[in-house]
Every structure is written in structure tokens, then in C-alpha cells.
């Protein structure tokens, strides 16, 4: 399990980690960055996360938490550093240590030294392949390409392309001269084992390097120069680099992307590149054709609107499709830049500039309106068939829009391309919201609102708003966890988010001075995220009835509970009946009786 402080090997101990969140003001923080107002018991302002016109962005000093309404960020004071600064977790622990007078050890784990290893490899072989482009007597075709591309040398350096060249040895020779042993080229896919030993991996390629999100080189993409197949060759997946959990250029687009609160998806290294080079700098590229959900929720943490522009061949509307169902599924608002004449954006761009660029972006069509497009050029809707076929396809889209104006516009919008009346839509979309489970519910969805991230898909209505209502409860007034532990035990909650946050809190309860605000140094980000939510919502009543509706929800559970087992029971005498078992019949039924006594 990855956490923000496993993350880093214990680089820091919990009880400075802890002392340091006891010292510190989130309200003094946050104020630095965000104009605030106080409402009640709270302080409200603009999110810096994301653009709006309505205060959303909510800072509570009793919880020492913040929470955008809005976009659905939230956490302590390090998460936000993390967010707003773009620090690793250490780093915001150290920023806030230097400011209420804390001493942080300086230490420094073995896996932060191999990981820190594995980088500086990585940052010699783009040195290596950047003085190969810049200077070496066999990259002229390579700078003759880049140039008839209309790469400048400013976007070159921005970017840091380089060259590698076609001899089988240059970067592995370079980098054992470094003292790198073939081992470690093999582990970061730098060089691989041949016959005749080890050979480099990238050879008469230009080279794009890929960064993580904090802008360290973590892997590499090269262009082949002649006939080589395949046309561009990535790292493979390695220690630092995982292709379906990065978005090249973020680094560079994230800036922008908060700004302007949209991102733009693209294809390719030289899709990204041009729209940055022409001004559209909130591009990221997917690295291929499938769009991940890792990737839209890394996408997720600076920008809720996305564009996505991919090739306008078969495999790029394919890819497009894919992309904007994952993105809605995660909350995404998303749309399509339809790039005419079989263009790719690096081409469109060359051609029409950024003022056709910006037209095709204001004609982007939504979701519904280009996945009807493609079904009718696909399959066609003339016909009864193909229209039930086109509703089938898009009916887990409208129940995915988070609100019944936007589900009564995609009525419209489907009835007008499909040629039937906006009661006749409506109709099949009751029925197929009768007759399926939501499958597009993501409970973990950053960039829905809190309730929308509470949500569960489960059947049990009656045990989510149980779990959900007691875990807030016991969150925003600590003494009540021991009474819960007594009466319940150590697993309460079939919600397996809500079991590890309570398995956090049990694990450091005995901790003097320890808050519910803490367990966020110790979640996922996903957790986290559930966590921030609960404790945003308002807790009504205080004193004697807050004890009772402690009492009341610890009852409900118990009940819950006790139904749960009745039911199990049911299950299993069934079984043995169908299996001929009377024995076990009997046994189950005794089992049943004597819990039909348990008040």
C-alpha cells in the first residue's frame, strides 16, 4: 500500500510528522494562498485548485481540514503544500518544520536511494542523447526532421529531444564509463541482452524523454529514423516507469491546466509538443491509443474539463470513445475536438495555426453528440434496430450525468439525432435505469462532490447511509471511537475504504494529541479523498445528542449485522436442502433458532 508516508521509506518518524502538524495553523497556511472569509465555523474562499466565480473552497480550523465543494479536493495542511507547492510529502513536512521550529533529521531510506539511483541514470542518458542531437556529425537527419517538423530550437530545449545514434554500444558504453552496471541499463530498458551481450535498446531514433509529474526522467520514447519497426519504440515498464500511469508533458501543463481549470488530451510526443509550441499549454499526450483510469485520475488532480483530440482515423475515434467514456466515468466533464480531413493535431496545427485551433475547440461536440455521430456512420440509425442499438450503447452515458438538467439536454440531444420524440428517449432511459445496477458510480471519483464520492454501487441503501453516517460521527468527535470499538469490535465496515481508514485511526488511537486529520498522512489517495469527505459533512445536534445518535447508529449496525447472518444462514440451509443433507439442515436450523433469540 502506497501512502504519502510509506511512499518514502520512513524518512521521517510519525512523532515528528505528528509534531509538526500540532504546531502548525492550517488557517495561517492557507490564508498565505487564498483570500478567506469566515462563515460560521468555517473560512471560505475561491479554490486555488480549480476556476470558479462561487466560493466552494472550505477551511475548517476545528478539523484543521480543507475541502472544495466544488472539485472534491480536500485533506490537511501537507496535502494541501503538496497540491498548491507540488511537493512530495517530506518536503512539506520540512517547509512547515522550518517554520514552527521542528528539527528534521536528515536520512535517507534505501529505497529513496535506489529510486534516486534509477533517476540520475535516467538524467545521464538524456544529457547523452540531447549532446548526440545538438552536436554529433550522424544527427543531421534527425535535426533535418525536427526542423521540416517546424520544432524550434526553443521547443527542442524545452523538451530536451535528443538523438540515438545507430552503433549498438554508444549509450551503454557511456553510461558503464559512468559506472552503471549492465544490470541496472536492462532494469530501466535503456540496453537489453543479446547473443553477443549487452546492446543498446534506442539506436537511430530520435528521442523524446518522458517525465513523472514532478518532472524527473523516468523513461524515454524514440522515433525510428528509417524503416525500423515499430515506428516508435517506449521504455518498457521498469522500477520508475509505468506508461499507463504517466501523461507526458505534465509537468510542463500543469500550471496552465489549474489556470484555465480544462486539459487537452492528445495522441502523440509530437502532438504535445506542437500545441505547446503554439501556445496551448494544458496539452498532455496519453502516450498511445487507451486511455487509463490511472491516468484520468492523475489528470483529475489539476483540471475537471477535458478535451480529448485524438487522430481522426479508426483507431484514434476508437481511442477517443474509450478515453471520454473513462473520463465521465471517473466525473470528468469531456468533450471532442474533431480534427478534420484525417489530420492529427500536430498537423492541423502546422497548417491552420492557433486560430483554427481555437475554432475547432468551440465547436467540440459532448459525449453524447459524438459517440451518436460515430454509431450512425458505423452501424447507421435508420432503422428501429439501429436506433434501440444506438440507445443501448449510450443509456449507461445519461445515467452518468451528474444532474437531471444535464440528462433532460442528452434527451434532446438523442432524440434530434435519432429522430424520435424527447418522451419516446426518456421512456427507454426509465427502463433501463429500472431494469440495470448504476455501473458508471465510481466512488472514488475526486472530481464529483463529496456525496457523489460517498456513493456506493452496493444494493444495501440502508447499510451506506449507516456506515457513511457513523464513521463521520466518530470522525469529527474522536472520544467516540473506543465506544464504537467496544460495542462493534475491529471490523465494522463492509465498505472496504471506510474499514481501512478505521483500521488507520484504531492502529494510532493510543497516541497522545493524535487527530483525524493525521490518518491522511497514512491513506491512499483515494482514502483520502473519502476521509476529507466525511469530514466536511456537517454534523448536526451536539452534546447528549450526538451521544444518542452515536447509540442509535451503533444499534442500526447491530441489526444490520444480525439480518446479514439470518440471511447467510437461509443461504446455506437452502443449499443443504437442494443437497440432501439433513443433517446439516438441522444443525443450520438450531443455529437459526437461537439467533432469532438475540434481541
Not at 428517449?425 to 429500472?434: G, K
Not at 473519502?530 to 450526538?546: D, I, S
Request: with cysteine.
Amino acid at each position: 500500500m502506497v501512502t504519502p508516508n510509506s511512499l518514502y521509506g520512513g524518512l521521517i518518524p510519525e512523532t515528528l510528522v505528528e509534531e509538526v502538524f500540532s504546531r502548525t495553523d492550517i488557517l495561517d497556511v492557507i490564508s498565505e494562498h487564498v483570500r478567506l472569509e469566515k462563515r460560521g465555523r468555517n473560512y471560505v474562499g475561491l479554490c486555488p485548485f480549480h476556476q470558479e466565480k462561487t466560493p466552494s473552497f472550505t477551511v475548517t480550523p476545528a478539523r484543521q481540514m480543507f475541502y472544495c465543494f466544488g472539485c472534491g479536493v480536500g485533506g490537511n495542511v501537507f496535502r494541501f503544500l503538496m497540491l498548491k507547492e507540488n511537493l512530495s510529502f517530506p518536503e512539506s513536512v520540512r517547509f512547515l518544520a522550518g517554520r514552527v521550529g521542528v528539527d528534521i533529521p536528515v536520512t535517507v531510506s534505501p529505497r529513496e536511494e535506489k529510486y534516486e539511483r534509477y533517476y540520475r541514470i535516467n538524467e545521464w542518458a538524456r544529457d547523452f542523447f540531447r549532446r548526440r542531437l545538438e552536436a554529433g556529425a550522424d544527427a543531421g537527419r534527425a535535426r533535418s526532421y525536427l526542423e521540416k517538423r517546424g520544432i524550434t530550437p526553443e521547443i527542442r530545449d524545452q523538451f530536451q529531444l535528443g538523438f540515438a545514434p545507430s552503433e549498438w554500444q554508444a549509450l551503454t558504453g557511456f553510461l558503464e564509463h559512468k559506472g552503471c552496471t549492465p544490470r541496472e541499463l536492462v532494469e530501466l530498458g535503456l540496453a537489453a541482452r543479446g547473443d553477443r551481450g549487452y546492446y543498446d535498446r534506442f539506436r537511430n531514433r530520435i528521442i523524446f524523454p518522458v517525465w513523472n509529474a514532478s518532472g524527473r526522467v523516468i523513461g524515454f520514447g524514440g522515433r525510428a529514423l528509417d524503416d525500423s519497426q515499430p515506428k516508435y519504440l517506449n521504455s518498457p515498464e521498469t522500477p520508475v516507469f509505468h506508461k499507463g500511469q504517466v501523461l507526458y508533458a505534465l509537468h510542463l501543463a500543469r500550471p496552465a491546466m489549474r489556470d484555465e481549470g480544462r486539459a487537452v488530451i492528445v495522441e502523440g510526443y509530437l502532438d504535445a509538443i506542437a500545441a505547446h509550441q503554439f501556445g496551448i499549454r494544458n496539452a498532455v499526450a496519453s502516450l498511445g491509443t487507451s486511455l487509463t483510469r490511472e491516468q484520468g485520475r492523475l489528470l483529475m488532480r489539476y483540471a475537471m474539463e477535458v478535451l480529448i483530440a485524438y487522430d481522426a482515423d479508426a483507431a484514434g475515434v476508437a481511442a477517443a470513445i474509450r478515453g471520454l467514456d473513462l473520463l465521465q466515468e471517473l466525473g470528468c466533464r469531456v468533450r471532442v475536438i474533431s480534427v478534420p480531413d484525417g489530420k492529427d493535431p500536430d498537423d492541423f496545427l502546422r497548417e491552420e495555426g492557433v486560430e483554427g485551433w481555437v475554432r475547432l475547440t468551440q465547436s467540440a461536440t459532448s459525449l453524447l453528440e459524438y459517440k451518436l455521430v460515430q454509431i450512425g456512420a458505423r452501424t447507421g440509425t435508420a432503422t428501429a434496430a439501429g436506433k434501440l442499438a444506438a440507445l443501448r450503447e449510450i443509456m449507461p452515458n445519461l445515467r452518468a450525468l451528474s444532474s437531471e438538467v444535464e440528462r433532460e439536454e442528452g434527451f434532446q440531444i438523442a432524440a434530434r439525432a435519432l429522430g424520435l420524440t424527447w418522451e419516446t428517449i426518456r421512456s427507454e432511459y426509465v427502463r433501463f435505469a429500472a431494469n440495470t445496477q448504476v455501473k458508471w458510480a465510481n466512488s472514488d471519483n475526486i472530481a464529483k462532490n463529496m456525496h457523489n464520492i460517498l456513493k456506493l454501487t452496493k444494493p444495501s441503501q440502508v447499510r451506506e447511509k449507516t456506515e457513511t453516517g457513523l464513521l463521520r460521527l466518530v470522525l469529527q468527535n474522536p472520544p467516540f471511537l473506543e465506544t464504537v470499538k467496544q460495542e462493534l469490535g475491529e471490523y465494522v465496515f463492509r465498505d472496504a475504504r471506510y474499514q481501512r481508514i478505521y483500521d488507520a485511526w484504531l492502529r494510532r488511537r493510543d497516541r497522545p494529541g493524535f487527530e483525524p486529520a493525521l490518518l491522511a498522512n497514512y491513506l491512499e489517495d483515494d482514502d483520502q479523498q473519502v476521509l476529507t469527505a466525511l469530514m466536511g459533512l456537517e454534523t448536526p445536534g451536539e452534546g447528549e445528542n450526538l451521544r444518542a445518535e452515536l447509540s442509535a447508529y451503533i444499534k442500526a449496525v447491530k441489526r444490520l449485522d444480525h439480518k446479514e447472518q439470518l440471511r447467510e444462514l437461509l443461504n446455506d440451509v437452502a443449499a443443504a436442502e437442494k443437497a440432501g443433507d439433513r443433517d446439516r439442515v438441522n444443525r443450520l436450523m438450531r443455529k437459526i433458532q437461537e439467533l432469532s433469540k438475540t434481541p
